[in-house]
């Protein structure tokens, strides 16, 4: 077609697309709740595979030492808050003569707070590490402000040390005795100053530093502590939650494996690449969930286009019967309710996109600037526009089928 008639095509299709104000109004919101749907669902998951990757990543080479047969929704428990292993077992396995003690140590963990998503940490998770042990947790991750370790605090100290992951900072904010506010791409963050106490079950910590936030989820929400604080936290005197234990040799890695499930029955050993097999188990499951509804919001939005292009030719029987009997051409037709459909989607993916990144920040908030992604967004609002687009090729089919003396007989 001519681009004269074109532009008369698409005239004629947004003037009965406000024509009919709010069925074209519901229809293009909700497939912009689709558009939003879809791409809220695509970033997450994407979010909670890198994130997987990165803890498995930064903990290579180590074995974690925790108590047989605590299972979660990836097989292992991860972290494992509910393990327990004795003082007696846990210095036994640290002095073997394959163990790096440089780079091993014992910890204690609790969850203060609730996981801010499925399948993440808890938002403040308690890590007691060994003092002058901080990197074999931290893998290397520095500090944003303060320090990401326990050195310069004095041992006789009234408050203990602490250094905690942006996240944690965040939550214990509210309650820190000083804030500080850092910028962010979602706006500025108010979280816990170094040199401010926090109360952790009643006992006041003093905040040592905040780890960079470019790490992963276990480490934005650490709150690491001298393990002989958090053991009297935790009220448990005799034992520990987990052990991390580097090899001396990387060759002696399944070796050092055996040999401590054979000394201890009780115990488990998960090396890294059992942990990424779970974490790959994980994965599946939650991907399955979250591909049967990202996929029903592209069945939606096109069932929606769909419906609304079939009633709108419905209605117009008469006036395309008109059209058609003065010779106005098939594809003219086709082409007025193809764009009515084009308008939908494109107007629905214009409020679909801003409201995604809107429910992304607000559930996830300092991450959220982070894991948004422009590819996914034209992707999503691709992938609709063109599922509602097909969708209108049927209505649009009835359209150019419509015999003139019958329709201009239709009431």
């Not at 109360?199 to 910590?205: K, P, T, Y």
């Not at 994980?282 to 096109?302: E, H, I, K, P």
């Not at 010779?327 to 995604?356: K, T, W």
Request: glycine share 8%.
């Amino acid at each position: 077609m001519r681009p004269c008639t074109i532009l008369r095509v698409l005239g004629l299709a947004l003037r009965h697309l406000l024509g009919k104000k709010l069925r074209t109004g519901l229809t293009v919101l909700g497939f912009g709740v689709c558009v939003n749907l879809y791409i809220v669902v695509t970033t997450v998951m994407r979010f909670i595979t890198d994130d997987l990757d990165l803890q498995v990543q930064r903990f290579t080479g180590i074995l974690f030492v925790q108590s047989r047969g605590l299972t979660g929704m990836s097989g292992i428990e991860w972290p494992p808050i509910s393990s327990t292993i004795s003082d007696v077992d846990a210095d036994h396995v640290l002095s073997l003569d394959a163990v790096d003690r440089e780079r091993s140590t014992a910890v204690s963990l609790a969850a203060l707070a609730p996981p801010p998503f499925p399948t993440a940490p808890p938002e403040a998770l308690l890590v007691g590490i060994e003092v002058g042990q901080e990197d074999v947790f931290l893998a290397g991750a520095g500090a944003m402000i303060g320090r990401p370790d326990f050195r310069g605090a004095s041992p006789d100290a009234e408050h203990p040390p602490v250094v905690l992951g942006v996240l944690a900072a965040r939550h214990f904010a509210g309650a820190a005795s000083a804030r500080t506010e850092v910028p962010s791409p979602v706006g500025p963050i108010a979280l816990a100053a170094p040199g401010s106490r926090i109360a952790v079950r009643g006992c006041e910590f003093e905040v040592q530093g905040i780890i960079e936030p470019e790490t992963n989820q276990l480490l934005r929400s650490a709150v690491m502590t001298p393990i002989g604080a958090a053991r009297e936290l935790l009220r448990t005197p005799d034992s520990v939650t987990a052990l991390l234990v580097s090899p001396a040799r990387a060759s002696e890695i399944e070796p050092l494996q055996r040999e401590i499930e054979a000394a201890h029955p009780s115990l488990m050993v998960v090396s890294d690449r059992q942990l990424a097999e779970n974490a790959r188990q994980l994965l599946d499951r939650v991907n399955q969930l979250f591909s049967v509804v990202r996929w029903t919001s592209v069945g939606v939005a096109a069932l929606l286009i769909a419906i609304v292009m079939f009633v709108s030719v419905l209605e117009r029987t008469r006036e395309l019967g008109t059209l058609r009997a003065i010779g106005a051409p098939a594809r003219v037709l086709i082409s007025m309710i193809l764009g009515e459909s084009a308008g939908i989607a494109v107007c629905g993916s214009a409020i679909g996109v801003p409201l995604s990144r809107f429910v992304i920040r607000q559930a996830l908030g300092p991450d959220a600037a982070g894991i948004r992604s422009r590819r996914i967004e034209w992707g999503a609002a691709g992938i609709l526009t063109s599922f509602g687009i097909l969708a209108a090729l049927l209505p649009a089919g009835r359209a150019v089928r419509v015999d003139p003396i019958t329709a201009l007989r239709y009431e």
